[in-house]
């Protein structure tokens, strides 16, 4: 079972091995509306927790997406280059940015699990 | 007052509309010690006649480039604008229109940007260029920050041939935005090693072709240099017609060019407004300052224009944009593109070719003088003249004597006296025979 | 709805045979009207000469089209009748002062003897432009009340750059660095873009429920490594920071500038000099107060107007008052020798100088002053006309502009563009939407002094309507908006995800297969 976390910038992360896999939210991408760019980190990239790992753009606004935890990227999604309209359309799947090869995995106990997320994203609107 | 449509009448129905006894109650929020209770300490309002009269007396103590020879260059131009590009321009759905932030009712000024971005394109041999900057100066300033951020390096070179009001703007940015530049000696006469300059720690070089001094060169070499050290080519183009007659810089392996265009479809209006543009790469498009105008369809699937790459800009990405720029310069585009429709392909081509044959002209006279000297090997419509004597004061007096010479180097360089013997000279297809009789003759007289 | 369905619904439009409609023309790119070798200037080939190039002659085609003059008057009439424009109608944009553009100025901006001088002849061939320079400075140094004006910057953003490079350069000058640049979260993307870009760390100052900056906050913000308060007065809100003078105090007690955005100057001139508020250093926006027109984006001017403490770090060139007359001093020295540099080539926008120059002395003082009152009239005449239609952000008087949210269109489904694509259709240019960013769905309103009561009349009766339509669930009309200009709503997606920036030749390849 791997475990999928959420932070209330609307990254989610799931661990993948000893690898995070980073994305946005469904919420988020619909806040975005069309993605038309994606701007991923280089490989090898250090991010630190909280601090800018990627950008995401649509016609009308330009978003940070923030590490949830700290750690090495390791690989990006290429595809979202091509075709940024997929973190629209699957933005838990096929729509992921990159993944990190954590420091920490404690990182990850302060982040919201799947049911707290839905009630803060409930909060919200 | 003929501006205003505000009746008295109406200001009284107003006023009681929004329920305030005088205009005075809506500026109650201005602290009572700021508020003028009278009159600043201006004239009164004038009438068409009273204004045309005070402002056309200024404009008279002015010597016009029409009405004696002419013969200054230095980064603006004097050419023949056709009638049709100045009554296109002051219609008024061109003029009193804003930036095409809605792009249903702004089809006309997108479509012409479209065009103009196509030209500058074509014209630089690059492959995208924006919808224009201020002017080429503030121009090759934002190439060098855009340089500096495609190569996360730091410090620039810039060739002792660029003008030197584009070094002083690129050094006042370098103060502020914090960044390196090594500007080389002012060069008239070429000689400076920039190849030898070139490090894994430089962000571009910044050359311009015709220089200065008016030399063109071939900077392929020197592309490959950069290139090879992971650097960036800069070309300045200041005389933009230059393009319909010689190699242009996206053909020598430039990566950025930063021009400035006034020299079609803009007076030299002392200096402002001018066009400044700008020209790189496809891969380098997110990088680009300035505004961007993009093809798409309608819901009706109809081909239109778009406002494009706005996540760049200011007023999205705020402090993190590639640059602050706002306004770019919509009307002077405007008048490059529609000169530049009319001249086409052969009339460009045949309006540089008049520019070269003036400027060769104009130096088999010169050159006949004792006391002068051609500093170039090659040249456009501008070259560089090595006086016998210090030029500043002999463009005093060709000036007193209706002759508007060119431009003493000192101008520019007042501490460096190996400069001060050096007159820029520019002739262009305005410049008539006789005007170029009358430039030898004074100016012979003057030396002699 | 596209037009097919809109005729099969009966809904009026008419498809035609060119897809033209009536005077709207349907006109390509100039590039696909090319008749290759034509020329829509005649000019004479030179005689034979020797060529001095190089050997850098350029080979190969260009790529440009050729044409006739007809072909491109008509080309560029035909753009021209797709834009609408302030000679058109009403232009309620915010913080944009969409006046009207005296054609005096036109005519007089292109006397040769201003538009025909090179900004490099010998000095004592242009006393004219020096004069007409140093007569704006002092129109712009009095309406101020500022001891000294940079004349050099192109427009707005630059001039913002050119305060806090100066604001950067006098602190560095008493031998202090600081960090900070407090900016309203209110303010225009220019101001937090201009900070960034001259090093300085943006810190956002939230405004109070009223619409201002909140002065506890800021005075909590304060420290002494904050470089300067970047301020816009009236704010981006349409509302007079009433406590203007507390904010200016706070600021210079702990050593920092205060810089004014100018750009609704024209709420306030004549009847308020920002020097008497505290204001250190404030550009102006030429395109926009003092009416030198738009141009479709360009070319502005954005002089900046200094303190005494500032003045010495101004931009070159200066234009000096000497023993001889005017002065133009293009280098660092003397009195000009702390200066922060050239920021533009040249000498500044001489083109908007006349034409400002022209309108401030056909107003005049009194003029200038019935300017600010009459577009501060305007706007809350607006703005008590609409406050029960639309959903106005702050009760109580406004400045030159009024602010609306979209409270007023919740539960329809129609949002803010929508209400204002509808606007297009009705013959007007939308107001600004979705800024200033601190209210949901903005709609900013200024109508400028130039509006006729009649206009604004008509005006708020198109809004009053529309808005009872959104209200009654009229949602289709708005969805679909607009349907009657040129062009109906563009595909901005795709216009980012692919960008096409240029035209490009068919590849012979997709010919040949044709």
Redesign the interface.
Known sequence: MSVLRFTRDHEWVRLDGDLAVVGITDYAQSQLGDVVYVELPEIGHRVEKGKEAAVVESVKAASEVYAPVAGEVVEVNDALTADPAKVNADPMGEGWFLKLRFDDPKELEGLMDEDEYKRFVEEQD | ??????TER??R???E????DS?D???????P????DG??????????I???R??????????????VP?F?G???Y?HHI?A?V???I???????????Y????????L?????F???V???TGME??N??L?????ACAEAVMMANRLTRRNRSVLSGGL?P??R??C??YA????FELAALDPAPGGGEDLAGLVGRDTACVVVQNPDFYGE???YSELARICHDAGALLVVVVTEILS??????PGEMGADIVAA?GQSLGN????????LGLFASRDKF??QMPG????????????R???L????R?????????T??????????A?AFT?H????????????A??N??????L?ERLERIPGVQLV?????NEFSLRLSRPAAPI??AL?EKGV?AG?PLS?FY?TLPEMADILIVAAT?MATGEDMDRFERELAETLA | MSDRQAAENGVGLIETITGNRGLQIEEKLIFEQDSPGHCGVDLADPAPFRARLGGLERHGAIGLPGLSEPQVVRHFTRLSQKNYAIDSGLYPLGSCTMKHNPRLNEKLARLPGFADIHPLQPVSTVAGALALIDALAHWLKTLTGMPAVALSPGAGAHGELCGIMSIRAALEARGEQRSRVLVPESAHGTNPATAAACGYTVDPVPGNPQGRVDLGVLKAKLGADVAALMLTNPNTCGLFENEILEIAAAVHAVGAFFYCDGANFNAIVGRVRPADLGIDCMHLNLHKTFSTPHGGGGPGSGPVALAASIAPYAPLPWLVHGVDGLELVERKSGSAQHVIGRLKGFHGQMGMFVRALAYMMSHGADGLRQVAEDAVLNANYLRVRLESDLSLTSPGRCMHEVLFDDRFLKDTGITTLDFAKALIDEGYHPMTMYFPLVVHGALLIEPTETESKASLDQFVGVLKSLAAEARTGHAARFHSAPRLTPRRRLDETIAARKPILRWRPEPVRQRAAE
């Open positions: 007052m003929r501006y205003l449509p505000l109406d200001r129905e107003m006023l509309a929004i329920g305030v205009i109650a809506l500026f109650a929020d201005v602290p010690a700021a508020r003028l009159l600043l300490d201006l004239p009164r309002a004038m009438g068409e009273e204004v045309e005070a402002i056309s007396e200024m404009a008279a103590r002015n010597v016009a480039a029409d009405s002419f200054i230095g980064g603006a004097r056709p049709a100045d009554h296109l002051q219609r008024g759905e061109f003029l009193t229109s804003y930036t095409p809605q792009p249903e009712v702004s089809q006309g000024t479509q012409y940007l479209f065009e971005q196509t030209q394109a074509l014209l995208v260029a919808a224009s201020y002017d080429g100066a503030t003008h009001h584009y002083e703007v050094e006042t103060r502020f935005v914090g063109i060169r071939d393009l319909g007659a010689i190699r242009p400035e007076a030299l209006n002392f200096g402002g407004p001018h498009v997110r505004r961007l105008v993009g093809e798409t369809v309608d819901v009706d699937g109809r239109g224009w778009v494009t790459l706005s996540t800009e200011q007023h999205i990405r705020r402090e993190k944009a640059s602050n720029i706002c306004t770019n310069s919509g009307l002077c405007l529609i530049l429709a009319l001249l086409g392909e052969a009339g460009l081509i045949r309006l070719r008049l070269h044959a003036a400027a060769v002209a130096i170039n090997r090659t040249f456009f463009v005093e000036a508007l431009i101008r007042p297809e």
